[in-house]
C-alpha cells in the first residue's frame, strides 16, 4: 500500500533527476512526459547499490524492466550480443538492406 507521502516524495526524485536530463539512460532516446518513465538504480539495490540521488538516473519504464539487476557493465554487454543476434537473423532473413 502506498501513502501520499510516499508518492510525493516518489515524484520529487522523479522531477530532480528529469532536470539532470530528459534522455533514458538505458537506451539514449528521449523522454516525453513523467509518465513515461522510471528511476533506475545505476547499481541496483539488489548488488549493493544505495538509495541516494547520485545513484538515480532516467530510463523509460520498459528499458528499466529488461535492464533488472544487471549493473551497467552486464547489461552493455548483454545489448551488443542482442544487436548482434537481431541483426544476424535479418541477413539471414534478407532483410537487411545495405
Do not use: F
Not at 32 to 40: A, G, P, Q, R, V
Not at 69 to 82: G, R, T, W
Amino acid at each position: 500500500m502506498t501513502t501520499k507521502t510516499s508518492r510525493a516524495k516518489t515524484k520529487a526524485k522523479l522531477q530532480l533527476v528529469w532536470e539532470r536530463g530528459k534522455r533514458c539512460a538505458i537506451c539514449g532516446k528521449k523522454i516525453k512526459s513523467l509518465d513515461d518513465l522510471t528511476i533506475d538504480h545505476i547499481v541496483p539495490l539488489a548488488e549493493g547499490g544505495k538509495n541516494v540521488i547520485e545513484n538515480y538516473q532516467l530510463a523509460h519504464k520498459a528499458c528499466n524492466e529488461a535492464k533488472g539487476s544487471l549493473l551497467p557493465d552486464e547489461h552493455e554487454k548483454l545489448l551488443k550480443y542482442n544487436r548482434r543476434r537481431i541483426l544476424w537473423m535479418r541477413i539471414r532473413r534478407g532483410i537487411v538492406v545495405w
